[in-house]
Every structure is written in structure tokens, then in C-alpha cells.
């Protein structure tokens, strides 16, 4: 079992930028490979970017590739996303997600991963 909770989502305006946590524990993280997906009001859960357990591979969705950057602290047992120039768009919950996969490539589908956490709200106000 992997536990996951998010934290640093908050309320910020268009341009700024935000960076979120998700500390996990219960399971060896380097041994992860971890998500980060968004789920607005009314619509589905998607994929933002993931990072592969070796932190060697990340994929991101092209709706915020250039802005946002995952990186993990295997010591700190953290993965973060550093969320830059943010747009209302990117207003949403955001869920970290963990599989105990060693895979070379990261997945983007929800269904892929095991654990989730308990989402953080990030507002983003033009």
C-alpha cells in the first residue's frame, strides 16, 4: 500500500506560479513511478505529466508542456510540480497518483495507477 498527500494548492492569479507536493509513504518510492492528473468541475480527470521510477523519463500533456516541470526527492520520499505562467484553465484539482511499476516510459492514463492522493485545489483568477 502507498499513501499519497498533496499539498501546496492554493489561490494565485494568471501568470503566477505555484508548486505542489505529494509526500508518499508505505512503499519503497523510488521503486514508483508517479502521476500528476487535474479534474475541473464537470469534466473528466486528466493526464498533466508523470515521472518514471528512476526519474530518468517524464511525459507531460501538451497543454502544459513548457510550463510545468515534475521532479521527485527519492530522500524526501516527494514528487513536486512546478507550476509556471499559470492560465484559468489550469484551474482545477490536482491529484498525485503512484503505480509499483519499474516501467522506461511514464503512463498518462488514470486507470494505469493504484494509489491516489486526496487532491489539492489550485485556482488560477484572471
Known amino acids: 500500500q502507498v499513501q499519497l498527500v498533496e499539498s501546496g494548492g492554493g489561490l494565485v492569479q494568471a501568470g503566477d506560479s505555484l508548486t505542489l507536493s505529494c509526500a508518499a509513504s508505505?512503499?519503497?518510492?523510488?521503486?514508483?513511478?508517479l502521476g500528476w492528473f487535474r479534474q475541473a468541475p464537470g469534466k473528466e480527470r486528466e493526464f498533466v505529466g508523470a515521472?518514471?521510477?528512476?526519474?530518468?523519463?517524464?511525459d507531460y500533456a501538451d497543454s502544459v508542456k513548457g510550463r510545468f516541470t515534475i521532479s521527485r526527492d527519492n530522500a524526501k520520499n516527494t514528487v513536486y510540480l512546478q507550476m509556471n505562467s499559470l492560465k484559468p484553465e489550469d484551474t482545477a484539482v490536482y491529484y498525485c497518483?503512484?503505480?509499483?511499476?519499474?516501467?522506461?516510459?511514464?503512463?498518462?492514463?488514470?486507470?494505469?495507477?493504484?494509489?491516489w492522493g486526496q487532491g489539492t485545489q489550485v485556482t488560477v483568477s484572471s
Open positions: 515521472l518514471t521510477w528512476f526519474g530518468g523519463k517524464t
Open positions: 497518483a503512484a503505480v509499483a511499476a519499474k516501467i522506461s516510459i511514464p503512463w498518462s492514463r488514470p486507470s494505469q495507477y493504484d494509489y
Open positions: 508505505g512503499r519503497a518510492f523510488s521503486s514508483l513511478t
